[in-house]
């Protein structure tokens, strides 16, 4: 029950109730209306633009990030496992695999190059977890293109084990003369006294003694690159190019049994002893190039040679005695 209100009427004496119009009525209560509204109004907007208040929107992305970024935890753990995998195949591909192929092994700045970051991940920017984000894309890029070039490496690994037995065809693992056709093993690999200056020089190859006429054998499978007398020193001259790298030089021969283009296979008589060129005494300058460079002979006489004969080979081929040419 409403209350009612009196107003003292100083002229009658008397006290009168207060009667209130219906328009004013009507007035109070529509701006009670707008002033309730323009409340509710102000409330929802400080509420919405304030970090204190979160709405059920706001509740449901950050539990989506916190989803994200545990899901970020669990790949970057993922790949420190694939990384180590990754390290131990690099291993053995280069210890291993190309050891065992003589190849040459991939450079570890070649495998961990990565990609240059320049406007790589630029669409990654300008969010709250941009860091991470950026961070493990950069990683799988890496580990992505690891993975290309140790593939890549293994197809070439599988490619030379198919050609394995032409590689060890090819690859000089004899002696080139015999041994009951030496007198001796006259000078090895190495700095030398030289019979004509007695300057001390680096002889390139190994000289063995043998009377003029002993065959000289072909030490692996491969083309007749060069049959001649025109490079100097070295006389009447025979160079084998056996692919993968290696070749083979027959010096100051007395004559060939071959000729250039001529395919060779290990054991061949390709020529005969002789003391041609710049030359002492009977015998062949032998030498063994890989990859364009000189290697000691001694190391690829596992074909026909036993452990006995090679440790006594050994001790002569490195004595710094004087050479024959």
Known sequence: MAKVKYYYDSVNLAYRKIKTRKRKKFGYAVLFLLASALFGFLTFVILLN???FDTPKDRTLERELENLKLN???L???MDQIDDVVEDLEERDNNVYRTYFNTAAIPTEERK???????RYAA???YDNSTLVINTTERIDALSKELAIQSKSLDQ????????DKLLSAIPAIQPVKNENLKRMASGFGYRTDPFTKARKMHEGMDFTAKSGTPIYATGDGIVERADN???????HIVIRHGYGYETLYAHLSKYNCRPGKSVKRGD???YVGSTGRSEAPHLHYEVHKNGKVVNPLNFYYGNISAVEYVAISKIANQENQSLD
């Open 72 to 74: 970020y935890a669990i």
């Open 230 to 236: 025109t490079a100097s020193g070295y006389g009447n």
């Open 113 to 119: 190059s990565g990609y240059s970051k320049i406007n």
């Open 269 to 271: 008589v390709i020529g």
């Open 157 to 164: 690994i599988l490619k030379l084990a198919k050609a394995k």
């Open 76 to 78: 970057n753990k993922k």
């Open 50 to 52: 304030t970090p204190y």
């Open 124 to 126: 990654l920017q300008g």
